[in-house]
T-cell receptor
Framework: AQSVAQPEDQVNVAEGNPLTVKCTYS??????LFWYVQYPNRGLQFLLK??????LVKGSYGFEAEFNKSQTSFHLKKPSALVSDSALYFC?????????????FGSGTRLQVQP | KAGVTQTPRYLIKTRGQQVTLSCSPI?????VSWYQQTPGQGLQFLFE???????NKGNFPGRFSGRQFSNSRSEMNVSTLELGDSALYLC???????????????????FGAGSRLTVL
């Protein structure tokens, strides 16, 4: 089975400060990991993904994520938050070894960046 | 390049009615997935179609069905609507099916803006 957990319903950060949105996963084999962002009344937009290789993945809009196999985590980070980053963020996982698995999403974390 | 287009964007139905939602994928994308998003349950997978064949199905009752046409456009249908079916229905397309082992599992899903269904 595959699953993903986002332990924080909401993260509050001041503009200009670094931000971290947490994600942990569980898979039988090796994971394919994704981050998506959703703005109000919009669909999900792809930010970045991890397949293999470097543990630090760089994505859109200055976001990056760090893959940690021993901690089964894939936290989303940004060095300096913007008010426009305020949105709902979803982590997702797919097991690379199983044959019939759809992408599984976490429950989402609402990021609020205060001016 | 046009994105994923979902129609209608908003609709209101009453209990017992049925609804059909449409999704036009990005040109060249052959896989279409459907997700239901609700505040309580989050994003739940409904089904995926690839080359007009349903490749995978989530844990939803038989009232939820879908199909894909030869031009990769997809529709989903919900019959005998219940209040709990009120949700944002999201369609996503990708180049190939994410089902199966190997690199296709890393395909990025491109989502449409969704169809917001309200059941009264």
């Amino acid at each position: 089975a595959q699953s993903v957990a986002q332990p924080e319903d909401q993260v509050n950060v001041a503009e200009g400060n670094p931000l971290t949105v947490k994600c942990t996963y569980s898979v039988s084999g090796n994971p394919y990991l994704f981050w998506y962002v959703q703005y109000p009344n919009r669909g999900l937009q792809f930010l970045l993904k991890y397949i293999t290789g470097d543990n630090l993945v760089k994505g859109s809009y200055g976001f990056e994520a760090e893959f940690n196999k021993s901690q089964t985590s894939f936290h989303l980070k940004k060095p300096s938050a913007l008010v426009s980053d305020s949105a709902l963020y979803f982590c997702a996982v797919r097991d690379s070894y199983t044959g019939r698995r759809a992408l599984t999403f976490g429950s989402g974390t609402r990021l609020q960046v205060q001016p | 390049k046009a994105g994923v287009t979902q129609t209608p964007r908003y609709l209101i139905k009453t209990r017992g009615q049925q609804v059909t939602l449409s999704c036009s994928p990005i040109s060249g994308h052959r896989s279409v997935s459907w997700y239901q998003q609700t505040p309580g349950q989050g994003l739940q997978f409904l089904f995926e179609y690839f080359s007009e064949t349903q490749r995978n199905k989530g844990n939803f009752p038989g009232r939820f069905s879908g199909r894909q046409f030869s031009n990769s456009r997809s529709e989903m249908n919900v019959s005998t609507l219940e209040l709990g079916d009120s949700a944002l229905y999201l369609c996503a397309s990708s180049l190939s099916s994410g089902i199966g082992t190997g690199p296709s599992g890393a395909n990025v899903l491109t989502f449409g803006a969704g169809s917001r269904l309200t059941v009264l």
